[in-house]
């Protein structure tokens, strides 16, 4: 659901002051709905535990670090994470304002280590509306049972007395509990019954009274059969709908924050440094909070104020990163000191003006950017302007570069006539080698089966122990942290990747039907299926090369015309051209 609301903003063209607010302090906004819960799903995008000997102040230290990380970097375009042992060594961010700054989220509520909740529904009206109705089922089977139950006092006490007579002990106390640990629910309920049957009757409190009535239906299972069982069945009915509603971890505040100290050195076992409250990087602009200490919300409305002099220009220079494939400061996590001073200071001063006087309107800014002369120059570099200008910070012309890891495989589907549009929805699970798995602790990874696998890459479920391998491949970001920019490499294994990882196979095998189609010779086949991958007719060159490999692939494939034009179809989704943006 985060997925889908981050999507959602930008296809609906959400005011970015907005979208900060709610990412950073949905659960505060006076107007909080359900999209903003969502939102403030942010911050709970975190490195979490369930390991038996992890330390509690150990994650609660490493949270407070990656929230600090991430608002640094995605907001203020500052290398925060120098200053979690000592002052920044370049910029004036020091250590004290990255332990204040950390303690806008000390009230969030959350356990330090262990599972974390089940998660808001995120839920449609007739979803609530029937959810409702099946509650109300399970409430009326359970009052129908209640009213029957009273019934059973004359049997329990007989067979308690039965038991008395009989000489039959009251359940092991210490077996019960041996069995619990086991999670077994009879002797877990046998583990409450023994200490109470030793009770007598009248000094029983209420809920006393229905633990020994549970304990002696476990072991008559035909007293009330027909009513327990309604209980049992609406309950289940209840709860498989339940399940079947989408959740998400969403922010909460806490009764009472936590507390937020100094760190020698950052070392968290080390509790002698001085507790400190909320509070901005001390060299930025300061609002005026009336003595009170600020919270997230205040956070949140300080990162979008038009008194803050970073959180503009550090989106618009990332937002020209997109489009340019550098940035006007080529480095957009480091906007410091050590960060690079961009040659064309006064155009993203203009950008970032221009974007808050719109009201924080992406679609108008990237509209302005794609429409501009500079956007549409020619990628074809002249000798005069490599040797001029060699990485083009002037923008004399347009920058080719590789496509992101997710766009490659997008690309090759979309060619292939493979690509579901569809937006949204769950993650998916592409074909993956079984000893991929082998590696991770959660070996599960149940392949999305159908057309439902071909969405887009943007989909594919990110697993931090094992990363899907097509990804890494081609240089997609590490999870794990907070990431402005990608490398951008150029291995053998890629190579590799596009001719046989099955996604590729499976889309050269869709292209291949499709040029197989087209009537008359196999030039013109093979011209239509360079032109359809990389936008333009071949070279004389290229073409006589086609016509090599294709007369090649015929006489190994003994005059298959289907599984040439699939050979075909590799070597051009194998291009360089076919994986750069030109």
Not at 75 to 94: R, V, Y
Not at 444 to 451: A, L, N, Q, V, Y
Request: hydrophobic share 40%.
């Amino acid at each position: 659901p985060y997925r889908d609301y981050v999507i959602r903003s930008f296809n609906q063209n959400k005011p970015f002051d907005r979208f900060t607010l709610e990412q950073v302090a949905g659960d505060l906004l006076p107007d909080s709905d359900q999209e903003a819960k969502i939102g403030s799903g942010f911050n709970r995008l975190l490195l979490t535990t369930e390991e038996g000997g992890a330390q509690a102040k150990d994650y609660q230290q490493r949270m407070l670090n990656d929230r600090v990380r991430a608002v640094g970097a995605a907001w203020l375009g500052q290398t925060t994470g120098c200053a979690q042992c000592h002052d920044h060594k370049f910029d004036p961010f020091t250590q004290r304002d990255f332990f204040t700054l950390g303690a806008f989220f000390a009230d969030i509520h959350e356990p330090d280590i262990g599972r974390r909740e089940e998660g808001m529904l995120i839920s449609t009206p007739d979803q609530l509306k029937r959810l409702a109705e099946l509650t109300t089922e399970v409430a009326k089977a359970k009052k129908t049972f209640d009213l029957a139950a009273p019934s059973l006092t004359g049997a329990i006490a007989t067979w308690e007395q039965e038991l008395a007579e009989e000489g039959k002990p009251a359940p092991d106390a210490k077996k019960t509990k041996a069995k619990a640990k086991r999670k077994d629910p009879d002797a877990k309920l046998a583990a409450q019954a023994a200490p109470i049957l030793k009770k007598p009757a009248a000094q029983r409190t209420k809920p006393e009274q229905i633990v020994v009535r549970d304990y002696y239906l476990s072991l008559h299972p035909e007293a009330l059969k027909a009513e327990r069982d309604a209980v049992s069945q609406a309950q289940k009915t209840h709860d498989a709908y339940r399940a079947g509603i989408p959740k998400t971890l969403v922010t909460y505040k806490a009764a009472a924050a936590r507390t937020v100290r100094i760190l020698p050195r950052g070392n968290w076992m080390d509790e002698s440094g001085e507790i400190v409250k909320a509070a901005l990087p001390h060299y930025l602009p300061q609002p005026k909070f009336d003595g009170r200490v600020p919270d997230r919300l205040d956070l949140a409305k300080w990162l979008v104020a038009r008194e803050n002099p970073l959180t503009a220009r550090v989106v618009m220079n990332r937002l020209w990163m997109q489009f340019f494939g550098t940035a006007l400061s080529k480095n957009p996590g480091d906007l410091g000191a050590q960060g690079e001073l961009p040659p064309n200071q006064a155009l993203l001063d203009w950008l970032a003006v221009e974007f808050v006087d719109a009201k924080w309107d992406m679609k108008h800014m990237v509209r302005l950017i794609v429409t501009s002369e500079a956007y549409r120059r020619s990628s074809v570099a002249t000798p005069a302007q490599v040797a001029a200008d060699p990485y083009n910070r002037e923008l004399a012309r347009q920058s080719p570069y590789r496509l992101d890891a997710e766009l490659v495989r997008d690309n090759a589907l979309a060619i292939a006539g493979l690509l579901v549009p569809k937006i949204g929805g769950p993650s998916i699970h592409p074909p993956l080698p079984e000893f991929v798995m082998a590696f991770g602790r959660n070996r599960s990874w149940p392949e999305t089966k159908g057309t439902e696998g071909n969405r887009r890459g943007m989909y594919i479920h990110l697993r931090r122990n094992v990363p899907y391998p097509m990804l890494t491949t081609f240089d997609a970001s590490d999870a794990s942290v907070a990431c402005l920019q990608r490398e951008r490499s150029n291995s053998p294994l890629q190579a590799l990747t596009l001719l046989n990882d099955p996604v590729f196979f499976a889309a050269a095998g869709k292209l291949a039907e499709r040029l197989e189609a087209i009537p008359g010779e196999s030039d013109a086949r093979l011209k239509a299926g360079f032109e359809l991958c990389l936008g333009r007719p071949p070279s004389t060159a290229e073409l006589h090369a086609l016509r090599r490999h294709h007369a090649d692939q015929m006489a190994i494939a003994g005059g298959d015309e289907r599984l040439a034009l699939v050979s075909t179809a590799r070597l051009i989704l194998n291009l360089d051209e076919f994986i750069t943006r030109e």
